[in-house]
């Protein structure tokens, strides 16, 4: 989207908001970024004097330090009559039905009279809403959040908390490549001065492993292979996470450590991780070091950002490494910038 449109959208979103009432907020499967966004939304909507129930599909008790996080209601997205609202907000989902679990063949049924925002930063977003606020180049939703309502409300310590939780879960503590920091960080100096707690955030988000993500990460790093095709390095590692009581909801945040290590190799173009599900099904999460894996994962059904990006396939590990391999051959990836 071109600026203008943006900053087009960007007011049709806010009188959007203004002149109507009766809101659902809805977040993808849950990351920080997802949970922070919706959180601070359901504080802005809160703010307004608007009427608002805030969803996820999933249950997120290690969420439970953010400030508001009771908000949520914890119901399958499938199941909600949405019906009942005016105007459903989706945050942080290229589809709708990211609202559900990756694996899920249900659907979110949204009704024709309700009016739809979707407010995103994947570059595999589909312009579903009545409203689409979608910045591929920007760091989260929770930065989108900032761009739009930051002159538009009062930004209370926890809504800077939450904002600041979104920014720094996707960004990997503003470690991943690619983005303008300039203005993240800008953004997130913002935050702070308004009361965001920094050191909750981190030591949450970063510094707080059971013991049983200690081993699954151990049995990624020892099962990591070394694979070159052509110019490309990169390794893949097969980990199951049922084994370690580890469900993909709760994925995200728990490969941070096997993560800071791949990204680390010299050498290494990208990493790419597996995970059998159950049904044959495997769930992909490629990690781009010197190159862009969004396109590969699109190639294997997926999607995401440049630096970091996921699918779900139905195929046995053996035969994935082969179909990645040759489509390494006949395709050159972008470069990281
Ligand atoms: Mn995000």
């Known amino acids: 989207m071109t600026n203008q449109q943006l900053k087009k959208t960007k007011l049709e ?17 849950p990351d920080d970024d997802a949970i922070g966004s919706g959180l601070a939304m359901e504080e802005i909507l809160a703010q307004k004097e608007k009427s608002v129930k805030l969803y996820s599909s999933f249950d997120i008790p290690e969420y439970a330090f953010l400030p508001r996080s009771e908000k949520f209601i914890i119901q399958d997205t499938s199941t909600v009559d949405f019906g009942q609202f005016n105007n459903l907000i989706f945050l942080d989902s290229s589809d709708p039905s990211r609202t559900l679990d990756s694996i899920s ?38 930065e989108l959040l900032f761009d739009i309502f930051g002159k538009e409300i009062t930004i ?8 600041l939780c979104a920014i720094i879960g996707d960004t990997n503590c503003f470690k991943y490549p690619t983005y303008d920091y300039a203005h993240t960080l800008e953004i997130a100096s913002i935050l702070i ?31 990591m292979h070394y694979n070159r095709v052509g110019n490309i390095s990169y390794t893949s590692t097969v980990v199951d996470m049922k084994k370690y009581g580890i ?8 490969f941070h450590i096997y993560y800071e290590i791949v990204q680390s190799i010299k050498g290494i173009d990208f990493s790419v991780r597996i995970n059998p599900l159950v049904d044959g099904l495997l769930k992909l999460s490629f990690r781009g070091r010197t190159v862009a894996v969004d396109k590969l994962a699109e ?11 996921g699918s779900t396939i139905q195929n046995t590990p053996e035969q994935f490494l082969e179909e990645l391999k040759n489509y390494l051959k006949s395709t050159k990836l972008e470069k990281l910038a």
């Open 13 to 29: 979103i806010i009188d959007r908001i203004n002149k109507s009432d009766n809101f659902a907020v809805l977040i993808s499967d």
């Open 105 to 142: 063949e249900r659907s979110v049924r949204i009704p024709k009279k309700t009016f739809v925002i979707n407010i995103d930063h994947h570059s595999t977003t589909t312009m579903f809403g009545n409203l689409n606020y979608v910045v591929p180049e920007s760091t989260s939703t929770g």
């Open 156 to 163: 209370t310590p926890s809504i800077a908390t939450n904002l």
């Open 193 to 223: 001065k308004k009361g965001a707690k920094h050191d909750d955030i981190v030591k949450n988000a970063f510094y707080t492993n059971d013991k049983k993500v200690i081993d699954m990460n151990t049995e990624a790093l020892k099962n």
């Open 247 to 254: 469900t993909t909801s709760s994925s995200r945040r728990s």
């Open 299 to 309: 190639h294997f059904d997926g999607g995401g950002h440049k630096a970091a990006a």
